[in-house]
């Protein structure tokens, strides 16, 4: 019995890790010039101060995780959010959350085989606040459809990375030359697994993690 091959409008893409760029200190990010219309940028933007101050979600991205925390005298403000760029996007500045001392922001850049149709982020993700050690966060990916993106988000105004991350991550990526933002990602073209995601305490400490899920 003869197989007929799906139309390629039908096939799920496969996903690449193009670049990423980042900023510190400042309220605007600009773009990849190596990015190109349909690929999909991931945004972080992280501030941490001692007073209130509200999010500012980039015009154009979706936010799927959004909140402000106070730990202890400091009050957080992450944003993540999605995009399929287009044209206009390429090298384009990004406004953000406004920019302070200890503002990160960074976007990284995945292209797909062909053009995607539907982003579908974990909801709810893996996160913490905490003063203390955060706990190894579990991305529990194995039993959704490929193709999906697991992450990583690690922060601190003094620089941070990941302890143990089991299976490792293809790739992590920074938000500039103090490393306030770590974003660790693996791709899931086939096959996804189960990923544990920790670091260190930093003191006021910021880990996230989940998966991103294309078609």
């Given amino acids: 019995m003869l197989l007929t091959p799906l139309p390629m409008s039908r096939r799920s893409p496969t996903m690449s890790f193009v670049a990423s760029t980042g900023s510190e200190g400042s309220s605007n990010l600009t773009l990849s010039e190596s990015l190109l219309a349909g690929d999909l940028g991931i945004w972080i933007d992280i501030d941490k101060r001692g007073s209130l101050f509200s999010t500012v979600v980039p015009t154009g991205f979706t936010p799927f995780y959004d909140v402000t925390a106070v730990l202890g005298t400091e009050q ?3 944003v993540l959010a999605y995009k399929i760029l ?3 996007d390429i090298s384009s500045s990004k406004t953000g959350i406004s920019g302070t001392g200890n503002t990160a922001k960074l976007c990284a850049i995945f292209r797909p085989s062909s053009s995607l149709s539907a982003v579908i982020p974990q909801n709810p993700i893996n996160f913490q606040f905490t003063a203390n ?3 190894a966060q579990n991305i529990l990916a194995a039993a959704q459809t490929p193709p ?3 992450f990583g988000v690690v922060y601190e105004d ?3 990375n990941f302890t143990t991350v089991s299976p490792s991550f293809d790739g992590v990526v920074s938000s500039g030359a103090v490393n306030r933002i770590r974003f660790g990602y693996k791709i899931y073209n086939t096959a996804p697994a189960n990923q544990s995601v920790d670091s260190q305490d930093y003191g ?3 880990l996230a993690s989940g998966y991103i899920r294309v078609s």
């Fill in 76 to 78: 957080f403000g992450v």
């Fill in 86 to 88: 287009v044209t206009g």
């Fill in 133 to 135: 050690n955060p706990p």
């Fill in 148 to 150: 999906l993106i697991n």
């Fill in 158 to 160: 003094d620089g941070c």
């Fill in 204 to 206: 006021d400490n910021f």
